[in-house]
């Protein structure tokens, strides 16, 4: 592992993380820089552990915490004629890599709680981590992911952290994602085991509810905002019919009342008026309507 080698590949893993903040996926989550990561840690680990078929735990930065990596150094004839198991993949005998290659590294991964951030496929929701595995040349590290020529049983995919509360185990579809971000569907032999004759990365999903509905709470919400706004309005117009119909009601009672005062003016006698001081004008009776009449005629 000359020093050249390793220089490009550090240059390799951090440039990619790189393009796949600044140009990459919206969400910036870019499954190609984070296996270039893998690789970089996994052969970092195999620099330190040199025991050849001895599966190894890689050591990822802090801020990646919820991922697990591991490695393993393998001959090719080894892993032809034995084949080889980790925790959650099992690569039976009669496998070769295509092209031939004398050793080889597997690097394995658990995406854990990062999965969704990585993946998704459209209409299904995941119900399991996705789980994968990368094989490539280890005396090249240059080289990339290794394609694999299986004439025997096919590699199996265990999830021992499937989502239990699905209970309908006819709705669960086993995924494959390409390098391409393309997604393939492939067999499942057991509730939590998936089949492929590739190497890649795999998970289990389940249909998911039909976007276009929304929840009956919202639909109720979405109701009661419209009776809310309805309500407004019949309240903002019946408001100005009251007005409008008090305004009619006061001027009428006050016309009424101008037309009682003026009758009662018109059948009342009229007074005479004088002048006060010159300036004040004030009524005058000008007749006395009860002439005064002594009670007795005696007047002493």
């Known amino acids: 592992m ?17 393009s796949s903040v600044i140009g990459g996926g919206g969400s910036g989550y870019d499954p190609k820089a984070l296996y270039a990561l893998f690789r970089y840690y996994a052969n970092q680990t195999l620099a330190i552990h040199h025991r050849t078929g001895t599966l190894s735990r890689v050591s990822l930065p ?3 915490s919820g991922m697990e990596v591991s490695v393993v150094r393998l001959r090719s004839g080894s892993l032809w004629g034995r084949g080889v198991n980790s925790e959650f993949v099992k690569i039976p005998p009669s496998v070769r890599t295509l092209p031939y ?21 459209p209409g299904y929701s995941l119900v399991s981590p996705v789980i994968g ?3 490539y040349d280890y005396t090249d590290l240059t080289v990339g992911n290794s394609t694999l020529n299986v004439t025997g049983e096919p590699i199996s995919i265990r999830f021992p952290y499937l989502d239990m509360r699905v209970k309908d185990v006819t709705r669960l579809k086993c995924v494959g994602f390409g390098d391409d971000g393309s997604v393939e569907f492939k ?12 190497a890649g990365h795999f998970c289990i999903v389940i249909p998911a509810l039909t976007p276009s509905l929304p929840p009956p709470m919202l639909e109720k919400k979405g109701r009661d905002w419209k009776w809310w ?6 309240g903002a117009v019946g408001l100005v019919v009251s007005v409008s119909v008090g305004v009619v009601v006061l001027r009428w009672w006050r016309k009424r ?15 005479d008026t ?20 002594l009670e007795h005629d005696y007047v002493p």
Not at 274 to 293: E, L
């Open 101 to 121: 290659v004398k050793r080889l590294a597997i690097v394995y991964d658990n995406m854990g709680n990062w999965s969704s951030k990585y993946y998704h496929v």
């Open 257 to 271: 009342k101008i037309k009682d005062m003026e009758k009662e003016s018109d059948s009342s006698v009229a007074l």
């Open 229 to 234: 706004v309805i309500g407004c309005v019949i």
């Open 62 to 64: 802090s801020n990646f």
């Open 187 to 198: 067999n499942m032999t057991e509730r939590d085991v998936c089949v492929t004759e590739n």
């Open 133 to 135: 595995f990368e094989v």
């Open 2 to 18: 000359g020093s050249d080698t390793s220089r490009f590949i550090v240059f390799m893993v951090f440039s990619s993380l790189l």
């Open 274 to 293: 004088f002048w006060v001081r010159g300036d004040h004008k004030m009524p005058c009776a000008s007749m006395i309507r009860t002439q005064p009449a």
